[in-house]
């Protein structure tokens, strides 16, 4: 059987890997230093092991541990890897970064969920309200073999659809793409402006609108906008006065060369700021 370890079972990644494979077809064993961690985990029956005991035979890890220490946490913890163990980061900053333990014996893999889409399917409130996705809404997530034998992915891909259960689609791609999606395109550029809109509705509130009024037109522009921009309305497009606004406004809000925050020393050191141990 599979041995499979959780380092950081009990944070927030973490806690959710562990309720996704109770239940699973392998032997799952978690590691958790923090009490409060411990405590959160009591509920769901789980007793923790300290990671010198379970390490040493565990085929598979987890890594449910924050981009910031994961270098350091798993550099203390090298010499007890087990020989040909796959590693799975759950984010790409640490192995793009170079992060994890030289050891060529030892497989990388990394797992990183989509989130459900805006555009889905559920009917069920609870999974309209899973945002995040793990519990009751479906997402897709991608994966990428950094390093290792290629049979090793497809029982690393199994293991992280039932991690980010329920699962739609298991993208394979590079760690070096999954640089470019996150946190290039998904932080970088998305959540920056996306924190924009949000701060231009507070703007709009301060100005006189009232704050039901703006939130219920915004957020209704923002569902038919995306609809258009990402082809869900096939044959509509955004009419030529909101084209010329947009050409105009884009030379007002953003820098001329704003793409170049896709060039890799951009994202270098986009991640050695996510990376970087905190003082």
């Avoid at 409060?36 to 009591?42: D, S």
């Avoid at 070096?176 to 507070?202: G, H, K, N």
């Avoid at 995306?226 to 820098?255: C, T």
Wanted: proline fraction near 6%; aromatic fraction near 6%.
């Amino acid at each position: 059987m599979t041995n499979i370890v959780i380092l950081g079972a009990g944070g927030k990644m973490g806690y959710r890997c562990t309720s996704n494979l109770l239940g699973s077809p392998w032997q799952v064993s978690h590691v958790e230093p923090s009490a409060a961690g411990r405590e959160r985990l009591a509920p769901l029956g789980v007793q923790c092991r300290d990671a010198e005991e379970v390490l040493p035979r565990g085929d598979v890890v987890i890594l449910a541990i924050p981009d910031n220490v994961i270098g350091k946490a798993t550099h203390a913890l090298a010499h007890l890897f087990k020989p040909g163990a796959i590693l799975i980061a759950l984010d790409a900053a640490a192995p793009f970064a170079g992060e994890l333990p030289d050891r060529e014996d030892l497989s990388v893999f990394v797992a990183h969920p989509c989130h459900p889409s805006i555009f889905n399917d559920e009917n069920d409130p609870e999974a309209r309200r899973d945002y995040f996705g793990g519990l009751k809404a479906k997402q897709s997530i991608v994966c990428a073999l950094m390093r290792g034998p290629e049979e090793h992915y497809a029982l690393a891909a199994d293991i992280a659809s039932r991690m980010y259960a329920p699962v739609i689609e298991a993208h394979r791609a590079t760690v070096d793409q999954m640089a470019i999606l996150e946190p290039v395109l998904s932080e970088t550029i998305c959540a920056t402006c996306l924190t924009v809109i949000r701060e231009a509705t507070d703007e709009a509130v301060r100005r006189g609108v009232p704050k039901k009024v703006a939130h219920d037109f915004i957020l209704g522009h923002l569902n038919v906008e995306l609809a258009i921009l990402f082809d869900q309305l096939p044959g509509v497009r955004m009419s030529d006065a909101a084209n010329r606004a947009v050409e105009r406004a884009k030379q007002q809000i953003f820098a001329p060369d704003w793409k170049k925050v896709f060039e890799r020393e951009a994202i270098e050191e986009s991640i050695r700021m996510i990376t970087q141990v905190e003082a």
